[in-house]
């Protein structure tokens, strides 16, 4: 099953940089291994109109609670409000259903 996945990121105020830039690394090793696993799909970063960022992600879970579980486990999981729409094949979809 396919996901769309919008992060908010909020690192809390007086968090040491040394923790975020730790935290950071171990994101990106965190989401290098769900790429290797076949969860994480793609990445976008979305301008919101108040000029922060959010990231926009596609995943593949078997389910919302594996998903949920994978997200958990994520190194900044605390500093994210996350926001899950399950996606649907399309009958006028062009491209055919990943794996």
Do not use: C
């Amino acid at each position: 099953m396919e996901f769309l996945v919008e992060f908010e990121i909020n690192v809390p105020e007086g968090t040491p940089e040394s923790e975020v830039n730790d935290r950071e690394r171990a994101e990106a090793v965190a989401a290098a291994k769900l790429v290797d696993e076949g969860h994480l799909v793609r990445l976008w970063t979305r301008l919101a109109a108040n000029g922060e960022t959010k990231v926009l992600g596609l995943y593949r879970a078997e389910n919302e609670l594996q998903l949920d579980d994978l997200l958990a486990a994520l190194p900044i999981a605390e500093w994210m409000r996350v926001t899950i729409t399950p996606l649907a094949a399309h009958p006028n979809d062009p491209r055919p259903p990943g794996p």
